[in-house]
């Protein structure tokens, strides 16, 4: 079985930073991409920012200049640093991540941080 805990979340000011941890635990052989997914009220999750195995980032066009997205391999742990924080960044944050366990391949999802930003 395979977990992932969020870290991180919480209410900041328009402008302000967070920072989302993301650690993985259970049977894991190895872990191909982690990365973020957002959801807020009435709207569809969206990629935020996901990184291969390799370091090879991708990021959501309204983040782009303004989260950084990195991993800990040897911590199985994945980090969003968010910067100029606005309000249509609020929503629920949610890892995921491609892992190769005793159970073959699966993607695996965790419970979700919320990120307010306040105007």
């Known amino acids: 079985q395979v977990q992932l805990v969020e870290s991180g979340g919480g209410l900041v000011q328009t402008g302000g930073s967070l920072r989302l941890s993301c650690a993985a635990s259970g049977n894991i052989f190895s872990i191909r991409a982690m990365g973020w997914h957002r959801q807020d009220l009435g709207k569809q999750r969206e990629l935020v920012a996901s990184i291969a195995a390799i370091g090879n980032t991708d990021y959501g066009d309204s983040v782009k200049g303004r989260f950084t997205i990195s991993r800990d391999k040897s911590k199985n742990t994945v980090y969003l640093q968010m910067n100029s924080l606005n309000p249509e960044d609020t929503g629920v944050y949610y890892c995921?991540?491609?892992?190769?366990?005793?159970?073959?391949?699966?993607?695996?999802w965790g419970q979700g941080t919320q990120v307010t930003v306040s105007s």
């Open positions: 995921h991540a491609g892992v190769l366990s005793s159970s073959g391949y699966s993607d695996y």
